[in-house]
T-cell receptor
Framework: DTGVSQDPRHKITKRGQNVTFRCDPI?????LYWYRQTLGQGPEFLTY????????KSRLLSDRFSAERPKGSFSTLEIQRTEQGDSAMYLC??????????????FGPGTRLTVL | AQSVSQHNHHVILSEAASLELGCNYS??????LFWYVQYPGQHLQLLLK??????LVKGIKGFEAEFIKSKFSFNLRKPSVQWSDTAEYFC????????????FGSGTRLQVQP
């Protein structure tokens, strides 16, 4: 399967613990996005990378959140000192952006985080 | 900032009924428009997209959507739904340049009864 993959698919943690999620985009894609989706809502933008550069972070992304994309390949999203409000589905998407043309984002299956 | 409104939160239809899901967005600039679908237990999949040109766009599985710029709308339609169309449908918008992150609506849950 050459789509976007995410690991783990489910994570249960206790409040105050740190968690890290991984996203592997489609191999030739230069953009990678992180979104968060809570029950009954559509996904909300968190941050995105163009190759290895993190170009923007949403106000939703507090200081406890950090994301990396070393070498412009896979990406990790870390949440420190988790809170119950962090419980959500974390989605990764990737796309190939060129100077001309559109930006179609392909989504991974998501990581469902439950903070007890 | 962009925002997207989906007016129908939960729609129940019988098979063969026609479908129209409303989507309105607010943004003053040039936008790209999308409809994504999430079948039970599966990840988000692109149903159709509009970037430019013909405002009536056709997607997979017989879906189509019409972009009406004057109404800031991008409604999804299907003339005859099937049980397999049961899913959650999300309208999304992105700016034409720059960040291009998607702004999603809150989704419409479609339930098709056999």
């Amino acid at each position: 399967d050459t789509g976007v993959s995410q690991d783990p698919r489910h994570k249960i943690t206790k409040r105050g613990q740190n968690v890290t999620f991984r996203c592997d985009p489609i191999s030739e894609h230069n953009r990678l996005y992180w979104y968060r989706q809570t029950l009954g809502q559509g996904p909300e933008f968190l941050t995105y990378f163009q190759n290895e550069a993190q170009l923007e972070k949403s106000r939703l992304l507090s200081d406890r959140f950090s994301a990396e994309r070393p070498k412009g390949s896979f990406s990790t999203l870390e949440i420190q000192r988790t809170e119950q409000g962090d419980s959500a589905m974390y989605l990764c998407a990737s796309s190939l952006v060129t100077q001309v043309g559109f930006d179609e984002q392909f989504f991974g299956p998501g990581t469902r985080l439950t903070v007890l | 900032a962009q925002s997207v409104s989906q007016h129908n939160h939960h729609v129940i239809l019988s098979e063969a009924a026609s479908l129209e899901l409303g989507c309105n967005y607010s943004y003053g600039g040039t936008v790209n428009l999308f409809w994504y679908v999430q079948y039970p237990g599966q990840h988000l999949q692109l149903l159709l997209k509009y970037f430019s040109g013909d405002p009536l766009v056709k997607g997979i599985k017989g879906f189509e959507a019409e972009f009406i710029k004057s109404k800031f709308s991008f409604n999804l339609r299907k003339p005859s739904v099937q049980w397999s169309d049961t899913a959650e449908y999300f309208c999304a918008v992105s700016r034409d340049t720059g960040r291009r992150a998607l702004t999603f609506g809150s989704g419409t849950r479609l339930q098709v009864q056999p």
